[in-house]
């Protein structure tokens, strides 16, 4: 829901109030996610619940009802039918037949008709008769046996939450564009919306709920952009157009900021684009230590269209590829045709660069629309990643068919994510074996030795890595949800934020468990968490004794920096006491006090996630 601007509740940039720091007109503070300084204004958005009201209509009233009922449906095949002339691109056609297909149903009796009389007959207001059609419909299409047609419950959904909106005069879509300036405002957004958002010219994210690794900080870091999190009550004090300052360094929001104050974040805001350009001259040196150890340095992205970016930061591969988001960017699972068109872009785009792809880690906060993929039991411990994989082997398959394909132009890996145990690496490496035969015989060509690893991002994989490592190429190992599970600290919970912390000596003795295991069966380990993002922590991460870290893109130039200051022989003496310590600040104390001195622009320094404890 787009929320009007409060009368009288915002001051623009340009206000003439002679306000020094601190009296801005309220400065809110949240977990700076991504860094920068972004200058703009609020745009207010509320996609997180749709509550819709619940009423019994008197006679006189129903006319009306059903005249609201036909005008929803009009203005949502209007929309539909614009949107479908609009997509263009290689994806273009189809997308129009969704669409297409979307329309018809708004025009199909069964819906439309089953609203009409409930709101006739039962006299219930056109909301409630609607999601009720809604429901009907979709208990149709459950009792079906083919499973094309039992799949395409998610889209009554999403049609009928289409209609809903237009019915309570809601935006129906995340807006296709965005007023020049907006900073984003929202309570949470789904990785969905996020993506549609990111992908658009806008200045920053504002959320209230999230942590330093959840979508909207990932997807914010990867494209650059400026973000706080965790900022609680933000989406009531503001109103669409309130001027906005969104410091995402040091986790701040600025609301109706005085002229003086803009002056100052406008400095702010050059010294980042000038500390970048200093870092950006290291593009091709390589990740080295003072005494010779070398550090592979990838880049993580979501999309593939983030390859340039990550080209550019000096990236020397990809070390994680989040497909997931390729099954939100097409709201459903996709072909294996555009699974093969997507990666064998990361391949081509990499120039023999290796990249490795990670299959999709759906189901926790990241869900397809309309209960796709058994939604209802994909919680943080539920049917999550290689779990619904396993579930959904179909799904699994056509994506590893997708990869496979696309290994024929390039060098690709598979990597297996949430990987609890040995049987089910087993298990996925029977389904790669399947898929490779599938191939074969049809005469596909394929990379056939290509690299299987695995994350290690849950707690009993650390403690089995010996038998892993034996039975698979390489580790990655996925700080996010290593600690989130370590720690039981849920990591897009603004609330316990302060307690998620990479520098426990737990966290430590984990990655130096995994690090260890690795190396004694011969393979290399990676690291490709925020964790490895964070420039304070390279040393600790050069001691523990990783190959590679994979980071946004952004990122890459700041760590490789502190990396050429460290010598790995102090590093890995530093370790051997950190793994002594009893508790996080302990950690960081002694981390603190061992930090080379780095030169730079100190902007370029500064943090991209909090460190232990202090978020
Ligand atoms: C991780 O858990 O650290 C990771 C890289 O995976 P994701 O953030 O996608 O869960
Ligand atoms: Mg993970």
Known sequence: MVKKPPA????????????????????????????????????????????????????????????????????????????????????????????????????????VDVA?????????????????????????????SDE???????????????????????????????????IVVARDLSPADTLSLARQQLRGFVTEVGGPTSHTAILARALSIPAVVGVEGVSELLGSGDALIVDGSRG??????????????????????????????????PAVTLDGRLIRMTANIELDEEIPHAMAAGAEGVGLYRTEYLFL?????????????SYTAVAQGMGGKPAVVRTFDLGGDKLLPGGQLLAEHSNALGLRAIRLAVKEPLVMLTQLEGILRASAHGPLRIMLPMVGSVEELRQAKLMIDECKEKLRVAGVPFDERIPVGMM???????????????????????????????????????????LYQPLHPGILRALHHTVTAAHAAGIRVSMCGEMAAEAAYAGVLLGLGLDELSMPAMAIPRVKHTIRHWKQTDAVRLVKELLECAT????????????????????????????????
């Open 456 to 498: 290690i991002e849950l707690p009993s994989a650390v403690w089995v890595a010996e038998h892993l490592a034996k039975e698979c190429d390489f580790f990655s190992i996925g700080t996010n949800d290593l600690i989130q599970y370590s720690l039981a600290v849920d990591r897009h919970n603004e609330h316990v934020a302060h």
């Open 148 to 182: 094309y047609f039992r799949e395409r419950r998610s889209d009554v959904d999403f049609v009928g939450d289409r209609v809903l909106r237009n019915l309570m005069g809601q935006q129906a879509d995340v807006p296709e564009s965005l007023p020049k300036d907006a």
């Open 8 to 111: 009288g509740s915002a001051r623009g940039p340009e206000d003439t109030a002679s306000e020094g720091e601190g009296l801005v007109r309220r400065k809110l503070t949240g977990i700076g996610v991504s860094p920068g300084v972004a200058i703009g204004n609020a745009y207010l958005l509320d996609r997180a619940h749709l509550h819709f009201p619940k009423r019994h209509v008197t006679a006189q009233e129903v006319d009306a009802e059903l005249a609201k009922l036909d005008q929803a449906l009009a203005k949502s095949v209007n929309q539909l039918q614009e949107m479908a002339d609009r997509v263009k691109g290689p994806l273009g056609e189809d997308h129009s037949l969704i669409l297409q297909a979307h329309i018809l149903m708004l025009k199909d009796p069964h819906l």
């Open 252 to 285: 701040e929001v600025l609301i109706a900021p005085s002229r003086m104050v803009v002056a100052k974040y406008r400095g702010i805001r050059r010294q980042h684009e000038l500390a970048n350009e200093e870092l950006s001259a290291l593009r091709d040196a």
């Open 329 to 341: 960017h097409h709201r459903r699972v996709p072909t294996v045709e555009e699974h093969t068109e």
């Open 584 to 615: 996080a600040k302990d950690v960081e104390v002694l981390l603190v006090s061992n930090q080379p001195e780095v030169e730079l622009h100190p902007m370029a320094l500064k943090p991209s996630v909090a460190p232990a404890g202090s978020a």
């Open 116 to 144: 009409r009389d409930a709101i006739r007959k039962d006299h219930q207001n056109a909301e409630w008769a609607l999601r009720r059609a809604v429901a009907t419909v979709k208990q149709t299409f459950d009792s079906l």
